[in-house]
């Protein structure tokens, strides 16, 4: 049987997702399927991130016309400080690639209703040849002309990154209702002292964290006479955190939602507060926006700093490890989860389910395979997800290069108030989808949002 002679090429090269080979494990279709597109991403932000640091500037150095004292092309003068430029330009240009591989296949699978589709095969299997296509579409994103691509590819990765901030917070709402859903049938069927005291603990670690944040915020990125939008920005945000906790628990809300509660409203309030200091660190006005290395050695904040010098750039600081943190595991989950949460399923464009994997079927020769589960009806938007992922390319993007807007002019690479707004408006517009979820039974009793 050729199958099982060469399970590994039946893997890469044919029309299922190892229905019918051993070389994949134990679980469902839809859930492979996803974990290895979501693997595509992870490997490409992996390549994206060793392109960025500094070691490789040498490499680079090699490529003729990128950098100040390389080799030439002849009518080009090499102008470019390639402690940043080369930085950027690489990643800008593996990002564009995964997004242009992952909005393909968003466009080719709209409207996919069962794995009986024949584009689900295309969805789910044949990844040496997807690997090659991406493969393909980074090689040729490299010989893009630089002209205004890097300025026009900006604001395409704040619009995207601006979504993507949303659709994490919708995850992250997502888990923490399963979480405590999953703790409070523990709790009623075993141990209760234990497990309520474990979602008591977290709620408390929650907000107290996202309280020492903002006292933390007012002491160092405000000052008496200055930074009215950060004031403008801790506040409102601290007294939304405040509102969505007060709803959470209201006898109403309770009664039509009776796993609402005060964990799932703190770590929003949490996630917002991480939104709002990102933000301020975006801000070019560096006595709003101290470095994190001068806060920890009492440098005053009138003293130089990365950005105040044309070209100097703080790849890794803080608030990019911390996203690109939140970001793997948002995308993880995303990969894996089966919700019960009506209201975020209709959201996220997936269907109800039990469990977050499966037990596989047994063959003949005693190996477990993945099984189709989708059979009568896919388990998630096959489109929406792509374009999920092509979402989590631009935000890849704009992390990765701290967000800051590259100035053409100079070739430096400068931090900028737009990227401030995007971020505070996606929080806000998150908490507001947060408040929906808790308000939509009430003011819609007819409609079913169980």
Request: hydrophobic share 45%; charged share 10%; with cysteine.
């Amino acid at each position: 049987d050729k199958t099982n002679t060469h399970p590994t090429a039946s893997c890469l090269c044919g029309s299922a997702p190892c229905l019918l080979c051993g070389c994949c494990p134990s679980s469902r279709n839809s859930t492979v399927t996803r974990l290895v597109f979501s693997f595509f991403l992870l490997l490409g932000t992996l390549v994206s991130v060793i392109m960025i640091l500094p070691g490789m500037e040498a490499q680079l150095q090699k490529i003729p016309g990128f950098c100040q004292g390389a080799s030439t092309i002849p009518g080009m003068e090499n102008q470019f400080n390639c402690d940043v430029i080369v930085g950027y330009k690489s990643v800008y240009r593996m990002c564009f690639a995964m997004t242009c591989f992952f909005f393909l296949f968003s466009a080719i699978m709209v409207r996919v209703q069962s794995s009986k589709d024949p584009r689900a095969a295309i969805q789910n299997g044949f990844w040496f040849f997807k690997f090659l296509i991406l493969v393909g579409i980074t090689v040729g994103a490299f010989f893009i002309p630089d002209g205004t691509f890097h300025t026009v590819w900006f604001y395409f990765g704040v619009v995207g990154s601006f979504i993507f901030i949303v659709i994490q917070l919708i995850l992250l709402i997502d888990f923490a209702h399963s979480w405590n859903k999953i703790w409070v049938g523990n709790a009623e069927e075993g141990n209760s002292k234990c497990w309520f005291a474990g979602l008591l603990s977290f709620t408390f670690l929650h907000y107290a964290l996202a309280f020492t944040s903002v006292v933390l915020f007012y002491i160092y990125y405000t000052q008496p006479n200055d930074c009215t939008e950060h004031k403008v920005f801790i506040s409102l945000n601290l007294i939304f955190s405040v509102i969505i906790s007060i709803v959470s628990i209201l006898p109403k809300v309770q009664e039509a939602q009776p796993q609402s509660g005060l964990l799932q409203a703190s770590l929003i309030s949490l996630y917002t507060m991480y939104v709002t200091w990102s933000a301020m660190t975006n801000n070019p006005n560096r006595k709003c926006n101290p470095s994190l290395l001068s806060l920890v050695s009492n440098v005053s904040s009138s003293e130089p700093t990365p950005t105040s010098a044309p070209g100097q750039v703080q790849w890794w600081d803080a608030q990019s490890i911390v996203g690109l943190v939140i970001f793997l595991f948002c995308t993880l989950y995303a990969s894996i989860r089966s919700s019960s949460n009506t209201q975020v399923n209709k959201l996220m464009q997936t269907e109800e389910g039990g469990s977050y994997g499966g037990e596989g079927e047994v063959g003949e020769d005693g190996v477990r395979r993945a099984v189709d589960n989708e059979e009568e009806g896919v388990t998630y938007s096959y489109s929406f997800f792509h374009f999920h992922l092509c979402l989590a390319s631009l935000y890849i993007m704009m992390t990765l290069t701290n967000w800051y807007k590259p100035d053409t002019t100079t070739q430096a690479m400068q931090s900028s108030m737009p990227a401030v707004w995007v971020k505070i408006s996606s929080s806000w517009l998150g908490l507001g989808l947060y408040l929906w979820t808790l308000l939509a039974p009430l003011m819609f009793p007819d409609r079913d949002f169980s």
